[in-house]
């Protein structure tokens, strides 16, 4: 929920929205297609933007590397890494910011992390579709909660990262490390991440304009905050949409130009409940022509798999829970 873009200017409900408004647009086009393209007023411009030299979040309170280096060469493909890492967190803690920093961030496509009590079995799983505890995907690495929200990790905690390293032409060597930092007290609400995810897409050879879709009912009143969607390099289209128990249909969001290099979460000003008994269904589309010039084989039958020739479809939910009696989503 880290919120970095001006607010208020249309009645959206994204806290990140950063399109231009319709003024802003008219002025910027009238600048470019002027002559001479006038400074204006320096006083009136924006402050220079700074960037942080290393954390975002500002100092963590503890920092997770992986737990040792790993080997990245220069180019083919490369299976998933998976890397299991033992804390030793003495007490319970509740975290109200987490960042993925990768030390190469030319070979790190991806990052699903995921907390698990102390001595359970932590395996390579699901592939992101069972949801995520932390994750980084491009524009997308860190997250800061609101007052009063926090992501629970258990003393002693196992944490897991999965690993999707991409070769960029020279051979390196990659450790990321997860910082977090932790509440100065008890959250009232706990922060998760839920996923609708399509396993059994087929889309076939030269389609352009494929869709699939996926539904599941929502067995608890369930306070969303964001979405993310997951797609490949064929991915085209992406919406949320739910149907209430009354039979009204709403769309959620509507990601009609999905941008597999700009893997954007969409942030609620205000939490959105989806009551119980609903039902919400995610639809995906696909462009598996040679138009699309992303496309590595327009000639083959593509189905669901890890690497970024292949394709997935994950629809991510986040939405929180009181702490006392909280409950998970099966």
Not at 233 to 245: D, L
Not at 293 to 299: C, G, L, V
Request: glycine fraction near 6%; charged fraction near 25%; proline fraction near 8%.
């Amino acid at each position: 929920m880290v919120r970095r873009c001006r607010k208020g200017r249309r009645k959206e409900p994204w806290a990140n929205d950063c399109s231009l408004s319709a003024k802003d647009k008219a002025d910027l086009f009238a600048w470019l297609d002027s002559s001479d393209r006038p400074l204006g007023n320096v006083a009136d411009a924006p402050a220079k933007r700074c960037y942080p030299a290393e954390w975002s979040i500002g100092t963590p309170d503890l920092i997770i590397p992986l737990s040792r280096a790993y080997d990245i060469k220069a180019d083919g493909f490369m299976p998933y890494a998976f890397d299991v890492v033992d804390t030793d967190i003495p007490e319970d803690k509740w975290v109200t910011a987490y960042e993925i920093l990768p030390s190469e961030r030319d070979v790190v496509h991806h990052v699903i992390v995921q907390v698990h009590e102390k001595g359970a079995d932590a395996r390579d799983r699901e592939e992101g579709a069972g949801g995520y505890w932390a994750i980084y995907v491009p524009g997308n690495g860190a997250n800061i909660y609101p007052q009063g929200f926090a992501r629970k990790i258990p003393a002693g905690a196992r944490v897991s990262f999965q690993i999707h390293y991409t070769p960029s032409g020279k051979a390196k060597k990659e450790r990321l490390r997860m910082g977090l930092v932790f509440a100065k007290s008890p959250p009232q609400y706990e922060v998760r991440t839920v996923a609708v995810a399509n396993p059994k897409i087929a889309i076939p050879a030269g389609a352009s304009h494929h869709v699939e879709e996926k539904t599941q009912r929502v067995p608890f009143d369930m306070p969303v905050t964001s979405f993310m969607a997951h797609m490949h390099i064929r991915g085209k289209a992406f919406k949320y949409e739910v149907t209430h128990a009354d039979g009204k249909t709403e769309t959620l969001l509507d990601i009609p130009r999905y941008d597999f290099n700009w893997q954007l979460r969409y942030d609620y000003k205000q939490p959105k409940l989806i009551p119980r008994g609903s039902t919400v269904k995610i639809t995906a589309v696909y462009d598996n022509s040679a138009e699309n010039k992303a496309n590595p084989d327009p000639s083959r039958l593509v189905k669901w798999g890890s690497q970024t020739v292949d394709e997935m479809m994950i629809g991510y939910f986040e939405y929180f829970l009181p702490v006392s009696g909280s409950v998970a989503m099966k």
